[in-house]
């Protein structure tokens, strides 16, 4: 029946095709069911046959894009296949594509914004804000999807669930398109990054629910559990779980949350602003190969190769087609044909890669393990940023928001050479740290007096040139507070060239 399947998607149109699949779309559990019956090898023809026609239908109705395959002689109707698609289409970047349009419009299906129903802006490092588009369509599809993830992990629509939203409710991506999508099915309640509230709300009505999921940035996660456990909260009584986003976190974090809010389920989603919340999804497979391979530093080696930290594994969802290029940096293409402003080969600059479910398969097999994977989905992974980029409480930190730190400040600039490292590390207690580490002038000596000047300089002029550790700050307060390291010249332990990006 497989055969069959595969054969007819080959000859079948697509209009077909996504005829068929939107029509059980409208039926959540007749799409679920679908779904679920897929084999992985399906998906992965249905998501390249989408990719094709997806890919020319955006050429000829998106200006812009229009005007930037001309640009690089590419000829739309000569891409007949994926692997047309992947060695003559360029790919796309912020700096080449987003930032060259005259506006939003002409980046959207037949340059207008009928259609809209979100818009949502990136964090805007150097005061460049980046806006994207989102449709209805594929708000409906995304609830479909999301729907079947929160079933997958917490089984919503056998129990009872109230969604407590806890994400910052701006205009950043994460908050509010988490709110439309997870409505389909649950009950939410926007409180947004506020313990005492949150608190309040399950006191008042979590009794009522069999579950209370809560979703938020990991740091904030790990603060609210801390906080109620000071003030005795029962958390097995009102069986809270939690969905983390934006930012990474590694298996020790999991199991501080899990064995100090009362077992609760930890799972985490990949998203942008600039390709939706649902850029993938951690699963109970994702999980457990993760575990795995943190115990085993073979199986690490083997499945992510020479990484310092386990990477994050998600599977990621049928509309979008995801790769790693020569450079294993991830390119995304949005292939759903109803999204308003669709990202095409597009390079996100994380760095990670992709798995088949046959490829996953033979990895763990020579390590003796087997194991299958419930959803049909393939699986992608992200180890981190190669330009410089550290991602802080689900927002990134640049170099050059170091540099106009270092420039802006006279006691700073009079003292260090402007050479520095920085990234994010996790201490004891599960809490993540912006860890910046100067280069002091020869002849200067350093000090606990100015490495505490250094600390509230750095803490002040972020918040003035980085949206995103602004919004931290108000968040977090002291605990946002960046830890400086000073270093007399000739102990600067980084030789040479010097590189700020993420160590």
Not at 334 to 350: F, G
Not at 407 to 423: D, E
Request: hydrophobic share 35%.
């Amino acid at each position: 029946m497989g055969r069959l399947k595969k054969a007819a998607l080959r000859v079948l149109p697509f209009s077909a095709v996504h005829k068929s699949i939107s029509r059980r779309g409208r039926d959540y559990q007749a799409f679920k069911d679908q779904f679920l019956d897929l084999d992985p090898e399906f998906v992965e023809l249905l998501q390249e046959k989408y990719l094709v026609y997806s890919f020319r239908d955006n050429a000829a109705r998106i200006p812009h894009y229009k005007n930037f395959l001309a640009k690089h002689h590419v000829d739309p109707t000569q891409i007949k296949s994926k692997e047309d698609f992947l060695t003559k289409v360029p790919e796309t970047t912020k700096k080449s594509y987003v930032f060259t349009a005259k506006n939003l419009a002409c980046m959207c299906k037949d340059g207008d914004q009928h259609n809209i129903s979100l818009i949502v802006k990136s964090s805007g490092h150097s005061g460049v804000q980046c806006y994207w588009a989102k449709s209805r369509a594929e708000d409906h599809f995304g609830k479909n999807a999301l729907s079947i993830g929160l079933d997958h992990n917490f089984q919503v629509h056998e129990k009872k669930t109230l969604i407590i939203n806890a994400f910052i409710l701006g205009s950043w991506v994460t908050g509010i398109n988490f709110n439309m999508l997870a409505t389909y099915h649950c009950p939410v309640i926007n409180v947004g990054p506020d313990k005492e509230e949150i608190f309040q709300t399950m006191n008042d009505i979590g009794a009522q629910f069999e579950q209370i999921i809560i979703s938020g940035y990991p740091p904030f996660i790990k603060d609210l559990v801390d906080f109620g456990n000071a003030n005795k909260f029962n958390w097995k009584r009102y069986k809270v779980h939690f969905i983390g986003g934006g930012e990474d976190f590694p298996e020790g974090w999991r199991d501080y949350i899990h064995k100090n809010a009362g077992g609760a389920k930890v799972r985490s989603g990949f998203g942008a602003s600039d390709i939706g919340i649902l850029g993938g999804t951690e699963t109970d497979d994702t999980v457990f190969i993760r575990q795995l391979a943190d115990k085993d530093p073979a199986l690490r080696h083997a499945l992510f190769g020479d990484v310092q930290e386990t990477p994050m594994i998600f599977q990621y969802p049928l509309n979008l087609y995801v790769y790693a290029n020569t450079k294993k940096e991830m390119v995304f293409t949005t292939i759903l044909p109803e999204a308003a402003q669709p990202v095409i080969k597009y390079n996100l600059e994380d760095i990670g890669g992709t798995f088949t479910h046959k490829q996953l398969h033979e990895i763990l097999g020579r390590f003796g393990v087997k194991r299958e994977f419930v959803l049909p989905l393939p699986f992608m992974y992200i180890v981190g940023r190669e330009d410089g980029p550290v991602k802080y409480n689900a927002f990134f930190v640049y170099p050059e928001n170091i540099q106009e730190c270092v420039y802006r400040n006279k006691i700073i600039s009079a003292s260090a050479t402007g050479a520095f490292k920085f990234r994010t590390v996790f201490d004891e207690h599960h809490v993540r740290h912006l860890v910046i580490e100067f280069q002091l002038k020869k002849g200067m000596l350093k000090s606990p007096k100015l490495e505490k000047e250094f600390t509230t300089l750095i803490m002040k002029s972020l918040q003035d040139v980085n949206e995103g550790y602004r919004a931290t700050v108000k968040k977090l307060g002291d605990l946002a507070q960046p830890k400086v390291q000073l270093y007399s010249f000739d102990d600067y332990p980084y030789k040479g060239k010097i590189k700020n990006r993420y160590s």
